[in-house]
């Protein structure tokens, strides 16, 4: 089976698969997923502007907690190499995210240290990586893993230290950075934050794509049993369980 999770509306792949596979494949599609993005066309000054009291009192009173916490320095890298201390610091933060007992994260998915390192390679070479480090007296405490091209910076994993006082909120202070670079780049007009409706992300956004997600099965026996599971078995199953939840 193959599970293509994250097709804009308007991707000529989705077009060309939707016109190829009846008749060939046996495929589902599935629910779609909105990526909030934040439009960062005009300047920082005019965004913040226009955010309401309380956001602004948030993002300040974060700030001044961090500031008596130690000393509050942010990073931004675009060339890595997978074996720098840099790269080690990513999956530091990643190693105690609250994602990591969960087998989430980084620096603890199975095979996901290996992608990265893969893909922090191929995106310096290419002027793609954007990799943001937040540290607190030195020490990692979050981190945001980004890809930019064509004017779009896509943030595909953030991570935070959950060891620290909930009070502190790291990962909110390293966004706030980030927007606020974004908006003094003129090559820059999009932020997209990724797949999934997060408070934090909502918090940002000025909008959001639609993606659209869908699963294609190998022909053959097993093929159509795995189709056949996941169509109808599935399907039914989960419609029968939203109905005993609404009785």
């Known amino acids: 089976m193959l599970a293509l999770h994250g097709l804009p509306v308007a991707s000529l792949t989705l077009k060309a698969l939707h016109a190829s596979l009846p008749g060939h494949y046996?495929?589902?599609?599935?629910?779609?997923?909105?990526?909030?993005?934040?439009?960062?066309?005009?300047?920082?000054?005019?965004?913040?502007?226009?955010?309401?009291?309380?956001?602004?009192?948030t993002v300040r009173n974060v700030r001044n907690r961090l500031g008596k916490a130690g000393a509050v320095s942010i990073e931004e890298h675009r060339v890595v190499a997978p074996d720098s201390s840099v790269f080690a610091d990513l999956l530091a933060v990643s190693?105690?995210?609250?994602k990591a007992p969960h087998e989430l994260a980084i620096a603890t998915m199975p095979e996901m240290p290996e992608f990265f390192r893969g893909l922090t390679a191929r995106a310096s070479a290419r002027g793609w990586l954007r990799l943001w480090l937040m540290r607190l007296d030195g020490r990692p405490v979050a981190s945001e893993f980004q890809l930019e091209a064509d004017g779009r910076v896509h943030a595909l994993?953030?991570?935070?230290?959950?060891?620290?006082?909930?009070?502190?909120?790291?990962?909110?202070?390293?966004?706030?950075?980030?927007?606020?670079?974004?908006?003094?780049?003129?090559?820059?007009?999009?932020?997209?934050?990724?797949?999934?409706?997060?408070?934090y992300k909502s918090r940002w956004a000025s909008d959001a794509h639609e993606l659209r997600r869908l699963r294609i099965f190998r022909p053959g026996a097993y093929g159509?049993?795995?189709?056949?599971?996941?169509?109808?078995?599935?399907?039914?199953?989960?419609?029968?369980?939203?109905?005993s939840a609404a009785a």
């Open 95 to 98: 190693e105690r995210s609250w």
């Open 26 to 57: 046996r495929w589902q599609p599935l629910p779609a997923l909105r990526s909030p993005y934040l439009n960062t066309a005009g300047t920082w000054d005019e965004f913040w502007a226009a955010t309401s009291q309380r956001f602004k009192k």
């Open 224 to 243: 159509t049993l795995l189709h056949t599971v996941e169509a109808r078995v599935v399907g039914s199953l989960r419609r029968l369980r939203h109905r």
């Open 157 to 199: 994993r953030a991570d935070f230290d959950a060891s620290l006082p909930v009070d502190l909120s790291p990962g909110t202070h390293l966004t706030a950075e980030i927007v606020r670079a974004l908006f003094g780049r003129e090559t820059v007009y999009e932020y997209d934050m990724g797949p999934g409706d997060n408070e």
